[in-house]
């Protein structure tokens, strides 16, 4: 079973053309001798793998992955070539190379998992068992692209089971938009059949290879059915006008509350058929046996396969590293030399709970925003003088951000101390080019004890501590009061280590409004850098007000570091209503003239 993860890792580049095999030269494999023996099947199953995005390589972009960082109130990247500078900005369009390179990445893997399920029973030594685990391996990857453009571009196009010729002309075939029902209700569907068909997806496989299993199928449906249920997707009559070919809405224009019922339903599914026998919070306790709440909350991203993760995309890291890492002018080791250009916007910094968990602007916080304070933070091993806005922060917040003045992480080579301000290590002066634009620096998911040129580690993609976040706020929609909602949420804060809802020192939220607001900036600090909030934003109908307008940090320019600490504007950024869906690439458009466009664009 390991060959499929040798092809899946030699074959990530393999994408220049619409199937892995398309326009085959003569010199290479016949389109039949492909799918004749099972090394070459397996081949082809690993170039359809190759289409999952890998996130570590936002800063180019490569990889398949996505701005959704930076290109989110989380974020802001240094770097001017950075496409989610752009997108803040509101400088893209249909024609945005961008745009077409992510839509194609995914209708591409879509094409040829198509081409694989129609003609993966012409293997003549794969036996029976083979052919269907490959089969529902195809059909899930199938789906999680159709989830993946879903989520971007909203009511996309379903090309159906059979699979498209690389010479058929698109406009000929009819090929129109679905509706976000139909495109959610098909997701579904393929991941229900293929979970009845392979009810047991675990392929008698180690759990380190890449491979799909089935609690990657249940997550993605649940995602889908989260997204479907949305205000985005549910009953979004800022969307009257938009409608298909035959005048027929393309998003709900009726709010369903059953839709969150059956998103609910969903989660609660994959917790009692995988809580706690398979997975749970991943945490780490002190010799004493106590819970170490930074080191839960940091280590869950870096260790390997924990039992929070349910699916890790294998390998890579080093770009995403590099710029996580402080610049560091003078240190010793090369590792600890980075570019620290992925900036933490304060609005993300001022989403941070107190050590009390309440929120900075409530009245019972102990907040204080100017001055400094002698604190000691959890990583460190001696109180350091600290700006008391960074002091007495939540556990997270140590675990995720770099501020002026901080430890770093590694100290193999001596102690280094960040300095991001003007004159200091990590400041403008000393990395040019290289440093951070607000004076913060995203921390989560640095590999401790390594080096940035780190690569031997995992990418989480999706973890139960997600899922509980969805299941409690799809719960609070349909069913405000249940009881789960409560309990999966303080689940969360436990192993932050923060104080639960409903206890002595933190009132339960009194209403479902209330709730609402409570699961939101849970999910704002949990998921943190995970590429959640650019999509939670949206669906919410809430990025028009948070991802539009001035964006702040620290005083990088200030030729003082006592300047340094004065909040300034960094960045006014735009959010326009049609920045909701992406555009339809305009090359799509251009093949095909009867494609209807999303709404602005």
């Known amino acids: ?71 989110s109130d989380e974020g802001e990247y ?90 058929a002309n698109l406009d000929e075939l009819g090929l129109k938009r679905n509706s976000i029902d139909e495109v959610s209700a098909y997701i579904v569907s393929e991941i229900d059949l293929a979970l009845q068909a392979y009810p047991d997806i675990r392929f008698e496989i180690t759990s380190d290879d890449g491979r799909l299993q089935a609690p990657f199928a249940m997550f993605v449906k649940e995602k889908t059915l989260l997204f479907a249920a949305s205000p985005l997707f549910n009953g979004n009559t800022d969307y009257a006008d938009f409608v298909g070919q035959d005048g027929e809405n393309l998003i ?19 917790i009692d058929t995988y809580v706690p026998t398979r997975f749970s919070l991943f945490t780490v306790q002190n010799d004493d046996g106590s819970l170490n709440p930074y080191l839960s909350v940091r280590d869950v991203m870096i260790t390997d396969y924990n039992e929070e993760i349910i699916y890790a995309r294998p390998r890579g890291g080093q770009l995403y590293h590099y710029d996580i890492t402080p610049y560091h002018l003078g240190a010793a080791d090369p590792g600890n030399r980075g570019a620290g250009g992925l900036a933490v916007t304060q609005e993300a910094v001022d989403g941070f709970f107190t050590s009390n968990g309440r929120s900075i602007d409530d009245p019972q916080a102990n907040y204080v925003e100017d001055g400094f304070s002698n604190f000691q933070a959890p990583y460190d091993f001696t109180p350091r003088t600290t700006y008391n806005q960074w002091a007495n922060r939540e556990p997270r917040f140590y ?59 995992t990418f989480p993609m999706m973890r139960l501590a997600e899922l509980y976040l969805d299941y409690v706020e799809a719960l609070n929609e349909y069913d405000p009061g249940n009881p789960d909602i409560l309990l999966y949420l303080n689940r969360i804060r436990t192993r932050a280590g923060v104080p639960l809802y409903g206890s002595t020192s933190l009132a339960a939220p009194a209403n479902q409004t209330a709730m609402r607001e409570a699961i939101r900036k849970e999910r704002r600090v949990e998921l943190f850098a995970e590429n959640a909030r650019y999509f939670d934003v949206r669906r919410w109908k809430i990025a028009d007000e948070v991802l539009d307008g001035p964006f702040h940090g620290m005083d990088i320019n200030a030729r003082n570091e006592a300047d340094f600490y004065n909040r300034v504007v960094f960045e006014t950024r735009v959010f326009r209503p049609q920045d909701y869906l992406w555009p339809i690439p305009q090359d799509e458009l251009n093949a095909n003239p009867s494609l209807i466009q999303n709404p602005g664009w």
């Open 252 to 270: 709900a224009q009726v709010y369903d509350q059953q839709k969150w019922k059956a998103a609910a339903d969903a989660c609660k599914d994959f």
């Open 399 to 457: 675990a995720c951000v770099t501020y002026n003045g901080s430890l770093w992480l590694n100290r193999g080579s001596g102690d280094l101390i960040t300095k991001t301000w003007y004159e200091g290590n990590s400041g403008r002066r000393a990395g040019t080019n290289d440093y951070s634009p607000t004076g913060y620096i995203v921390r989560k998911n640095f590999p401790v004890g390594q080096g940035w040129p780190f690569s031997d580690r």
């Open 78 to 167: 240094v770097f001017n070539s950075n496409f989610a500078n752009r997108l803040n900005t509101g400088d893209w369009n249909a024609t945005s190379f961008e745009v077409s390179r992510l839509w194609t990445n995914f209708y591409r893997g879509i094409r040829a998992a198509s081409t694989f399920i129609a003609n993966v029973e012409k293997c003549q030594d794969c036996t029976p068992e083979d052919i269907l685990q490959y089969t529902t391996e195809a059909r899930v990857l199938r789906a999680f692209y159709y989830y993946n453009l879903m989520r971007t571009w909203g009511p996309v196009i379903l090309l159906g089971d059979s699979p498209i010729p690389p010479d």
């Open 1 to 71: 079973m390991k060959k499929l993860f040798i092809a899946f890792t030699s074959l990530i580049l393999l994408s220049c053309n619409n199937d892995f095999l398309d326009q085959v030269p003569d010199d290479r494999l016949t389109f039949e001798d492909t799918f004749n023996k099972k090394n070459t099947v397996q081949q082809y199953l690993a170039n359809i793998y190759s289409r999952i995005p890998n996130e570590f390589q936002q800063r180019s972009l490569g990889a398949n992955s996505g701005p959704w960082i930076a290109g």
